[in-house]
């Protein structure tokens, strides 16, 4: 059975060595009294949870998956499942940093993002229940009602209920504008909503005694596309006004989805016969409201990979150890015994240094990510909450995309290291890789991420968010650029930057006269810039490594070699990527259909 040890050392790094997080945390009002110890304390107790609690359950749950009973339409989680989420909410853990107004605890978002990537590595399948009511309750946070709010976000903060996104029909995935669930008005001012929706992660199970899903659906008279599509919150059963339940509202479960990877979680087809629900936010506005938790969900699916990233290296490398195999290309390393192990050899180290790199700069970014959303949802400062907002709108697309096909790649190296034996069950890695792979396709294909990225993100507003990072890009050039021993990552780091600009402009251009060359090209483009940002902050983490590495900490210097190792081998593939994403529309469009 695969083990994990959740990688405290390398948070702690990130947030007290590399991004200072403290102070820029106690500069907002919520989290003035924030200090180190608070953070470290919470992480140690997380992880313990995550590794003794959850990660048995990840190989028999995957194993067993979910169970429908059809006559009822009941869905019961694998066993293990509900105690440990029981546990989970016992320890207080849904409400970590959500808002003390409805019973949240208030600490920052990025303790919160720490924490669930190692409920990641520690189950991806058990960890998308709770997770999924995260982003419902940030929605409803966002937009609901002063009733609503009062009414739901007690009960999703304590985690007593859970959350759902319904978003997906049989037709349409991520084109809404071609739902058709249909919402009626009532007289009573509710609305009864009637359709199917498909692909719905943790719709029904018996984790929790209710689930609040969030649906999008049509009123009668709502025009055509996505600005005909409105918001409503529709509860597995109905809720009276002092907080009680009631009997079971029109929304069950009709199928459950075979697939691929996380078994453990029930991916549901989701019926709506008449089922009642409320409005949330403005007619016709849903679409604006879902992004909220879109958004969220886009930033927690990047945390997945990130997890499965870490813990598929973490048995790699352990695996790699043991395992031996013929003898060294060099000579004998370990002459006690009739074969070398397995890590002396070079690609078996650059799969498994591809996965460390990989994972330490996702967490990187994603650490710094969730840090500017404790800025933009906290500061009393509207310049610093456009600066956040800007950095995170751009971030997002780069974090759920370029991290989720690094995770694909790494867990996929991961499972070679362990030859034959990575495809049996039992090592898990042959799961890791199924889990991972799902991560590249939904909550918007990781196509639909690199569109939003190079069309609406850099050339819809000419290169301003792309700019403010860039900025702090140069800034740290310039400062850093004048160190001999940092010139190794400075030097690459800048070079990229310049590329990217010019890349940028060429583009955008192009995309004038036909907007054909920015699907052409923008796969590709995220995937330069997602290396622009783990370069910016791989050379943030080697500037710490490179003043500390004298102080015997073995810590360090294995930092800089992965630091080294990213530089050389994993940085170049840009070269490709920038002349690939040159060669324009025409090789794709060209051929006539009828060819194909």
């Known amino acids: 059975m695969p083990q994990y040890t959740p990688p405290i050392r390398d948070m702690q790094f990130l947030l007290h060595e590399v ?37 048995p359950l990840n190989l028999p749950g995957d194993a067993e998956g979910c169970h429908l009973d059809k006559t009822t339409h009941a869905v019961t989680a694998p066993k293990g499942y509900k105690q440990a989420y029981a546990q989970y909410v016992e320890g207080g853990w849904p409400a970590l940093s959500c808002d003390p107004a409805y019973g949240g605890q208030g600490l920052p978002l990025v ?56 978003l997906t029909e049989p037709h ?5 504008g071609l739902l058709r669930t249909k919402a009626e008005p009532q007289a009573d001012g509710s609305y009864r909503i009637t359709g199917q929706k498909i692909f719905i992660s943790a719709g029904e199970h018996d984790l929790a005694e209710n689930i609040v899903h969030l649906v ?10 996505s600005k005909g599509i409105s918001l409503f919150i529709v509860p597995k059963f109905h809720v009276n006004p002092d907080g009680t339940l009631a009997d079971r509202n029109g929304i069950f479960c009709g199928a459950l989805e075979h697939k691929m990877g996380i078994h453990g979680n029930a991916t549901c087809q989701m019926v709506l016969d008449g089922a009642v629900g409320t409005l949330v936010g403005q007619p016709n506005k849903g679409l604006a409201a879902m992004f909220v938790m879109m958004n969220a969900a886009r930033l927690g699916v990047g945390n997945q990979s990130l997890g499965l990233t870490e813990v598929a290296y973490q048995n790699a490398v352990a695996y790699a150890k043991d395992r031996i195999q013929m003898r060294s290309l060099s000579g004998v390393k370990a002459a006690d015994k009739p074969a070398d192990p397995i890590i002396v050899h070079p690609d078996v180290r650059k799969m498994l240094l591809t996965a460390r790199a990989y994972a330490e700069g996702a967490r990187a970014m994603l650490t710094y990510t969730a840090l500017q959303l404790d800025v ?6 509207e310049d610093q909450r456009q600066e956040a907002d800007d950095i995170v709108a751009l971030l997002t697309p780069i974090v759920k995309a370029f991290v989720t096909d690094n995770g694909w790649t790494a867990t996929s190296a991961c499972q070679q290291v362990f030859g034959g034996h990575g495809y049996i069950h039992e090592w898990g890695m042959e799961q890791f890789v199924r889990d991972a792979r799902i991560n590249m396709i939904y909550e918007g294909t990781n196509t639909i991420q690199s569109l939003d990225l190079l069309g609406r993100k850099v050339l819809g507003d000419n290169g301003k968010k792309l700019k403010k990072f860039g900025k702090l890009i140069a800034a740290f050039v310039e400062e850093e650029g004048v160190r001999e021993d940092m010139q190794e990552f400075v030097n690459p780091l800048a070079d ?17 006269g036909n907007p054909d060359e920015v699907g052409a090209a923008a796969v590709d483009y995220l995937r330069v810039v997602g290396h622009l940002c783990f ?11 490179l003043d500390k590495q004298h102080s ?45």
């Open 172 to 176: 349409c995935g991520t084109d809404l």
């Open 111 to 166: 303790l919160n993002q720490c924490f669930y990537e190692m409920l990641n590595s520690a189950g991806q399948a058990w960890t998308m229940y709770p997770g999924l009511s995260h982003g419902a309750y940030e929605c409803l946070h966002a937009h609901g009602t002063a009733e609503q709010k009062a009414l739901y976000l007690p009960k999703l903060t304590s985690g007593q209920w859970t959350g759902t996104m319904c």
């Open 19 to 55: 991004l200072d997080a403290v102070p820029t945390l106690q500069a907002l009002p919520p989290h003035a009294d924030i200090d180190a110890d608070t953070l470290n304390a919470v992480l140690s107790e997380g992880g313990k949870f995550a590794a003794e609690v959850v990660t």
């Open 376 to 381: 933009l949802v906290s500061t009393d400062d």
């Open 535 to 545: 370069a910016y902050f791989w050379a943030r983490m080697a500037k710490v490594a």
């Open 216 to 225: 999008l659906a049509r009123l009668p008279d709502a025009p055509a596309g």
């Open 496 to 512: 990229l930057g310049d590329k990217v600009t010019k890349l940028t402009t060429e583009l955008g251009m192009k995309a004038f």
């Open 552 to 596: 015997g900490d073995p810590f360090y210097t294995a930092k800089l070699h992965t630091a080294r190792f990213y530089f050389a081998k994993l940085l170049p593939e840009t070269a490709t990527l920038i002349r690939t994403a040159r060669a324009g529309v025409s090789p794709l469009m060209a051929m006539d259909e009828a060819l194909f």
